[in-house]
């Protein structure tokens, strides 16, 4: 455990860049920031120099698609979940030393300028390709703006860049059958113009970085992913996109164009640095570019290739960073048996339940770690959140310290008694105790946070098992020395828990300390070996170390405040009222899909002569201007060939008035006259809705109908 003070071994831990475009849940917390906030904890309390930088990812592409859902700019998007993630990470205490934002200005440079450095070093290739279109948006379709059957697995679903049922990364002109998800149509393809990073040209760099270098250290579902797709052939990606939101391609003949968010968003760890940096007044550059640092990289197994793969290659075609040392990649974790979904709203979301659960940010920490999807997807339930609170965190450990606490008092007025002579039980006790910081380490720097959890767990085991069976509470009407020493031993396990448990529970652990009256610093240099008591605050210093080397951690005479309860109780009626939610959910999605696969009925039949009362003709929007303090409505001025027209519609939420002028539109022209908000509409346009539930044209051939030809 024993590292050089003066130089203490440097760490730059990266976190997953979370997307804007919703709130955290708990599969986010499973996959990357619970592990990667135990693992920053811990090494900062074995006197490690730690950097754990994260930041929000701003110019993906599902920002531009809630953006165009919710009919704002993508910049009220990413200002409003940027916000709703930051303080959500603050009040969960995930500890990064600081979180930026891609649409930081310190970002946009960094990006640019990586971009610029390999363009003129001509590691991009520049080719002219068909991509897929959306016509009737006039869009290319990249990423996720498209849908499909995957080529590799089947699976129905797969977007324009990966799938997420195998994790395969992809090109949009991979999927089968794709479909646009802005209009629901099927896409052409259409000739543009992008750069190309040759990733076939690292490939002997990527077999001996992953293949021969970490073949034995990197967990089993990376190294596998990276090797299938290293033997699979590496082929060029496209590290630009045709898309009017992210960071402008800075090169000429690239305008409309912008970096891919895969080619941005990692580099945005390295723009967060830059920032704690300037704001610290600190060099950046040794957490980059000293090969003395280990650098890794916490994320989930969907961003393996663009973390393993993508993002080395980047680095050494730049030709002067480090390199990842380990990518502890976690699988998914499902919610009462069914996939998370931020679509669906199929999600516990981390602001909801700081609100619905407050103060108990430790109970969905332990939760989530004791069933980690480390090695397989897992699943959360609200009753094993129950159990794990009620049957662990409050009747182990929770019970251990109320007895040992409230003992102390009882017997002692809180302070820490004089031991006698040590039995054999006494000292196998307070051995096994100095071993837990070796045992929990290893765990730990094995990134098996579950297995981590549990051996803490078995800390606290091993005080309730020692007390049950030594029994104080009978012993000290007989032999109160004997109590003195069994409390001393009971309370040296307390101080224990208390630093060991902070990576796992710092909530707990910050109330646990305050008990105790123990402090723990968390800085590079740790000090002496030795436990020390503050003169000004009576506390005792107890570091990680000091528990797997000293006999005392609260030495004799040491005065402990009050007693109070670690948890409480999850009640029925708490859970049950989380299960109601699901199960609201669920119905609204099934109505939802109803309304989808089961069709209005059929309205009452008509006759021909009914029919051909409908005039119904092609017009042209001359005009176009949403209607004041409205939501969906748009007063259109139409040429219909027989006149000029105010028609007001309700498309407002699908459309903005620039968008649409211009557009030739199906007009029902002899509909009577009808006032809507003060404004006199004369017809109807004819839309329908597509799969996404947004209004559709039912636009006529313009080549072969006229402006103002009746439709027959």
């Avoid at 794709?178 to 002997?204: A, N, Q």
């Amino acid at each position: 455990m024993a590292e050089n003070q003066e130089y203490p071994q440097r760490y730059t831990l990266t976190a997953a860049l979370p997307y804007t475009n919703g709130p955290i849940h708990i599969g986010h917390l499973a996959g990357v920031y619970v592990p990667a906030d135990i693992y920053a904890r811990y090494l900062r309390l074995t006197g490690k120099d730690v950097l754990f930088v994260c930041g929000s990812d701003e110019h993906g592409v599902a920002i531009s698609m809630k953006a165009k859902k919710e009919g704002v700019s993508p910049k009220q998007i990413i200002d409003k979940y940027h916000s709703i993630i930051k303080k959500s990470f603050a009040d969960f205490g995930i500890t990064f030393d600081n979180y930026s934002r891609t649409s930081a200005e310190i970002h946009h440079k960094t990006a640019s300028d990586f971009f610029k450095k390999l363009y003129e070093q001509d590691d991009f290739i520049e080719e002219t390709t068909a991509q897929l279109y959306d016509e009737e948006a006039q869009q290319f379709l990249a990423d996720r703006f498209v849908t499909g059957i995957c080529p590799k697995c089947g699976h129905e679903e797969a977007y324009g860049d990966q799938c997420e049922n195998c994790g395969s990364s992809l090109n949009a002109t991979d999927l089968i059958n794709p479909k646009s998800t802005i209009t629901g149509s099927v896409p052409t393809t259409k000739e543009t113009k992008h750069w190309f990073l040759p990733l076939d040209r690292y490939e002997g760099f990527l077999r001996k970085y992953i293949l021969e270098g970490h073949k034995n250290d990197w967990k089993p579902n990376v190294y596998g992913q990276c090797k299938s797709w290293i033997d699979g052939g590496l082929e060029p990606r496209a590290v630009t996109r045709d898309l009017d939101w992210g960071i402008p391609v800075p090169v000429e003949g690239a305008e409309g164009k912008v970096l891919y968010v895969w080619f941005d968003a990692p580099i945005g760890y390295i723009s967060s640095t830059k920032e704690w940096a300037d704001r610290e007044g600190r060099d950046w550059e040794p957490y980059w570019k000293d090969e003395g640092t280990k650098l890794v990289h916490f994320i989930g197994k969907d961003n393996i290739v663009f973390h393993c793969i993508i993002f080395p290659s980047i680095l050494k075609a730049h030709g002067d960073f480090i390199l990842a040392d380990n990518v502890p990649a976690n699988e998914f974790l499902n919610l009462e048996g069914n996939k998370l979904s931020t679509s669906k709203n199929w999600a516990v979301w981390l602001h909801e339940y700081l609100e619905e659960f407050p103060d108990m940010q430790d109970v969905l920490r332990y939760t989530l770690t004791a069933n980690a999807p480390e090695t397989k997807d897992n699943d959360f339930t609200w009753k094993d959140f129950q159990a794990r609170n009620n049957n662990e965190l409050v009747a182990i450990f929770g019970n251990f310290i109320n007895r040992v606490a409230v003992l102390t008092h009882k017997y002692y007025d809180g302070v820490v008694p004089e031991p006698s002579d040590f039995t054999k039980v006494d000292q196998e006790t307070l051995e096994t105790l100095r071993n837990y910081p070796e045992t929990i380490s290893s765990s730990i720097d094995r990134y098996r946070f579950r297995e981590a959890s549990q051996e803490l767990m078995n800390l606290a085991r091993l005080g309730n098992k020692y007390l049950a069976d030594e029994e104080p509470w009978k012993v000290v009407k007989e032999d109160e020395g004997r109590v003195k020493t069994i409390m001393f031993v009971a309370l040296q396990i307390a101080a224990g828990l208390a630093v060991l448990s902070e990576p796992f529970l710092p909530f707990t652990s910050r109330k646990l300390k305050k008990i105790l009256k123990v402090r723990s610093s968390t800085s590079a240099a740790l000090g002496t070996g030795s436990v020390e008591t503050s003169i000004n605050t009576g506390e005792v210093e107890i570091q990680w170390k000091h528990v797997g080397i000293n006999e005392i951690l609260l030495p004799p005479s040491h005065q402990l405040n009050n007693a109070e309860l670690l948890f409480r109780k999850v009640e029925d009626e708490e859970i049950q009222k989380q299960l109601e939610k699901l199960e609201s959910t669920k119905k609204s999605n099934q109505n939802a899909s109803e309304e989808i696969n089961n069709p209005m009925p059929q309205k009452d039949t008509i006759t021909f002569d009914d029919f051909t009362k409908l005039d119904m003709r092609v017009g042209t929007i001359v005009e176009a201007e949403k209607m004041a303090k409205t939501k969906k409505l748009m007063v259109l001025k139409v040429d219909t060939g027989l006149d000029t027209r105010t028609i007001v519609s309700g498309i407002a939420e699908s459309y903005s008035a620039e968008e649409i002028m211009g557009k030739k539109v199906t007009v029902l022209v002899n509909l009577a006259p009808r006032a809507l908000r003060g404004v006199e509409s004369e017809g109807m346009i004819l839309m329908t809705e597509n799969t996404e539930g947004k209004l559709v044209f039912l636009n006529p051939d313009e080549d072969g109908v006229g402006n103002g030809l009746a439709i027959s």
